[in-house]
């Protein structure tokens, strides 16, 4: 099972970015995407996760109204939409796959290196 995460960069508040996890070496065990970030001197925290089959999708409250987690109709490549971005979304951020439909990060066990987003102006 093999995750790479892509698509971060030096972006201005208020501006947007979309970010790629792409996914190989699944088997229908692991069928949930998770998006992750850890900001430098923070602690890692939970943004979205979604279903692969089915698209159904989970957010916590910081990435209410403002990110979306979407899958390509072949399931192998996950998008996490970052918009109206604030200097304290700077972060590096990760995919992670699950078996289980969950927010919690000790239920994902394969995770990709991560990708950074830098908010600054």
């Known amino acids: 099972v093999q995750l790479q995460a892509s698509g971060g960069g030096l972006v201005q508040p208020g501006g947007s970015l979309i970010l790629s996890c792409s996914t190989s070496?699944?088997?229908?065990?692991?069928?949930?995407i998770g998006w992750f970030r850890q900001a430098p001197t923070k602690g890692r925290e939970a943004v979205a996760y979604?279903?692969?089959?089915?698209?159904?999708?989970y957010y916590t409250d910081l990435a209410k109204d403002r990110f979306t987690v979407s899958r390509d109709a072949a399931g192998t490549t996950v998008y996490l939409q970052l918009a109206s971005l604030k200097p304290e979304d700077t972060a590096v951020y990760y995919c992670?796959?699950?078996?289980?439909?969950?927010?919690?990060?000790?239920?994902?066990?394969?995770w990709g290196q991560g990708t950074l987003v830098t908010v600054s102006s």
């Open positions: 992670a796959a699950s078996n289980i439909a969950s927010i919690n990060e000790d239920d994902y066990h394969y």
């Open positions: 979604i279903i692969k089959s089915v698209g159904r999708t």
């Open positions: 070496g699944f088997t229908l065990d692991y069928f949930a």
